[in-house]
């Protein structure tokens, strides 16, 4: 069964980073992305990157300040979050698809794997 795993969850304060890593049980994504859901909130896109070519594009309210990045060999994808925020609170997840190639998909809608969350709690 295929599965995505994210791990590097936790609390911190604002200001703060954390690195968040996915991983995938075999290598057959073409796009990954990050998502998160706040209580309350629908889900909303992050940050996503392609496989083959590692274009990145990022939603608004992280850009500058957040990272994603894969490593090709480990078949890891890894969310970088520095300047952290208590809107930045929610549970993060990973998506990813082997039938998206050559652009950054946004909607969730466009991903058929997902992992189970990690839990980013940022304190004032």
């Known amino acids: 069964q295929v599965q995505l795993v994210e791990s590097g969850g936790g609390l911190v304060q604002a200001g703060g980073s954390l690195r968040l890593t996915c991983s995938a049980s075999?290598?057959?994504?073409?796009?990954y992305a990050w998502f998160r859901q706040a209580p309350g909130k629908e889900r909303e896109f992050v940050a996503g990157?392609?496989?083959?070519?590692?274009?990145?594009y990022y939603a608004d309210s992280v850009k500058g300040r957040f990272t994603i990045s894969r490593d090709m060999i480990k078949a890891m994808v890894y969310l970088q979050m520095n300047s952290l925020k208590p809107e930045d609170t929610a549970l993060y997840y990973c998506?990813?698809?082997?039938?998206?190639?050559?652009?950054?998909?946004?909607?969730?809608?466009?991903?058929?794997?997902w992992g189970q969350g990690t839990q980013v709690t940022v304190s004032s």
């Open positions: 998506a990813a698809d082997r039938s998206i190639v050559n652009y950054v998909a946004t909607g969730s809608q466009d991903f058929s794997t």
């Open positions: 990157i392609t496989w083959n070519d590692g274009a990145t």
């Open positions: 075999v290598r057959i994504f073409s796009s």
